[in-house]
């Protein structure tokens, strides 16, 4: 898997050469909105909803019929710096849940007619404590970009990504500050719960690992292995696995979202084919959205990761496919068109 990306110089030529949007879809998708039995623009966002799959699917009427859930666990050495309100050993065990069928992700895979892959990363052995060290090596880091990428086939019609990482709420943080600047204070959260000293021991985590890699914090990919972890490396390969193969993406929370940025630092619309599903109330979150210029689709309070915010949101885009395939034209149903 590793010789997928050989270096960090060649998957950022992966990143930098990405495939446009096929415009053509798209517009053939806007022109049959327009003729569809309801007011013009009266289904909001659920119209823009059916263009962008559309245009990333390269096909003028969009379908739902394969939705693939991948999740990505891996555990985080700064842990031990009591960033989170759980034991690292609770990533190994919700691993064990999602097998098991227990989880929230997996009653809302099955809620929304989508198939759940589970992918847990080296959890015996977790990355380095990135203020100490670089939380992996280059080869770490690219062996577990090239799992997510080889998780994701071009059969498939539309990607959730989501993590499970005990403490990677700090992790998701630090890259964010070392893509868009600002600092621990900026960007750090209470995920999974902490108190205002285990808040306090997150910011001071990130702000750590920020001046530890400041050398490297300039370079997307090398921010990512310096302060990320083996899950949010692999989210960032399937994103990016998901572009070349046409395949658009919903992206979960706070960590999914920061997990994938890295792909916006390094080309022009690199996250066009992605939509973040919500907004997690995870402090960080609406900021990064913000950073790179997407507004989430729903607002539902929700703070968990899994890829639950992207499960959530699947009703609503096959809500957006069933009425842009289904519909009829005003010709069709014999409707009188706008006066
Ligand atoms: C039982 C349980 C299930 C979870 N599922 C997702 N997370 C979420 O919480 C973790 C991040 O928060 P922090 O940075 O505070 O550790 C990640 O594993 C994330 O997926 C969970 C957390 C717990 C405790
Ligand atoms: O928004 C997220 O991704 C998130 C929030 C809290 C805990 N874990 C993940």
Same mark, same amino acid.
């Given at each position: 898997?590793?010789?997928?990306?050989?270096?960090?110089?060649?998957?950022?030529? @992966?990143?930098?050469?990405?495939? !446009?949007?096929?415009?053509? @879809?798209?517009?053939?998708?806007?022109?049959?909105?327009?003729?569809?039995?309801? %007011? %013009?623009?009266?289904?909001?966002?659920?119209?823009?909803? &059916?263009? +962008?799959?559309?245009? +990333?699917?390269?096909?003028?009427?969009?379908?739902?019929?394969?939705?693939?859930?991948?999740?990505?666990?891996?555990? =985080?050495?700064?842990?031990?710096?009591?960033?989170? @309100?759980?034991?690292?050993?609770?990533?190994?065990?919700?691993?064990?849940?999602?097998?098991? #069928?227990?989880?929230?992700?997996?009653?809302?895979?099955?809620?929304?007619?989508?198939?759940?892959?589970?992918?847990?990363?080296?959890?015996?052995?977790?990355?380095?404590?990135?203020?100490?060290?670089?939380?992996?090596?280059?080869?770490?880091?690219?062996?577990?970009?090239?799992?997510?990428?080889?998780?994701?086939?071009?059969?498939? $019609?539309?990607?959730?990504?989501?993590?499970?990482?005990?403490?990677?709420?700090? *992790?998701?943080?630090?890259?964010?500050?070392?893509?868009?600047? #600002?600092? /621990?204070? =900026? +960007? @750090?959260?209470?995920?999974?719960?902490?108190?205002?000293?285990?808040?306090?021991?997150?910011?001071? *985590?990130?702000? &750590?690992?920020?001046?530890?890699?400041?050398?490297?914090?300039? $370079?997307?990919?090398?921010?990512? !292995?310096?302060?990320?972890?083996?899950?949010?490396?692999?989210?960032?390969?399937?994103?990016?696995? !998901?572009?070349?193969?046409?395949? %658009?993406?919903?992206? $979960?929370?706070?960590?999914?979202?920061?997990?994938?940025?890295?792909?916006?630092?390094?080309?022009?619309?690199?996250?066009?084919?992605?939509?973040?599903?919500?907004?997690?109330?995870?402090?960080? =979150?609406?900021?990064?959205?913000?950073?790179?210029?997407?507004?989430?689709?729903?607002?539902?309070?929700?703070?968990?990761?899994?890829?639950? /915010?992207?499960?959530?949101?699947?009703?609503?885009?096959?809500?957006?496919?069933?009425?842009?395939?289904?519909?009829?034209?005003?010709?069709?149903?014999?409707? $009188?068109?706008?006066?």
């Amino acid at each position: 898997m590793t010789d997928r990306f050989a270096s960090l110089d060649a998957l950022r030529s @992966a990143c930098a050469n990405l495939p !446009a949007p096929d415009k053509g @879809a798209g517009a053939a998708a806007r022109a049959r909105q327009a003729v569809l039995t309801k %007011p %013009p623009g009266s289904l909001g966002r659920l119209e823009w909803l &059916a263009e +962008w799959l559309a245009e +990333w699917q390269r096909r003028p009427v969009p379908r739902l019929e394969r939705v693939l859930v991948l999740v990505f666990a891996g555990n =985080h050495g700064i842990t031990r710096r009591g960033v989170s @309100a759980f034991p690292a050993s609770v990533t190994a065990q919700m691993v064990a849940n999602f097998a098991a #069928g227990g989880a929230a992700i997996n009653q809302l895979c099955a809620a929304a007619g989508a198939e759940l892959r589970v992918t847990a990363l080296d959890l015996d052995a977790p990355t380095a404590d990135f203020t100490e060290a670089p939380a992996m090596t280059e080869a770490e880091f690219l062996a577990a970009v090239a799992t997510g990428y080889g998780a994701v086939s071009a059969d498939i $019609d539309l990607l959730c990504v989501g993590e499970m990482g005990i403490g990677n709420t700090t *992790t998701a943080a630090a890259l964010a500050a070392a893509l868009f600047g #600002g600092d /621990g204070e =900026h +960007w @750090a959260g209470r995920g999974t719960g902490v108190d205002d000293a285990g808040l306090a021991r997150k910011r001071a *985590t990130v702000d &750590a690992g920020l001046a530890r890699h400041a050398a490297a914090l300039s $370079d997307p990919l090398a921010a990512a !292995a310096a302060l990320g972890g083996r899950e949010l490396a692999a989210i960032l390969g399937a994103v990016l696995a !998901a572009r070349h193969a046409g395949v %658009p993406v919903l992206l $979960d929370g706070f960590v999914s979202t920061a997990a994938a940025a890295p792909l916006a630092r390094l080309a022009p619309g690199g996250l066009d084919h992605a939509v973040i599903a919500h907004a997690s109330a995870e402090a960080g =979150h609406r900021k990064l959205a913000a950073a790179l210029g997407k507004e989430p689709l729903l607002d539902l309070g929700m703070r968990l990761g899994e890829a639950s /915010g992207a499960a959530a949101a699947v009703p609503i885009l096959r809500a957006a496919v069933a009425c842009h395939a289904g519909m009829a034209t005003f010709a069709e149903a014999g409707v $009188d068109g706008k006066e």
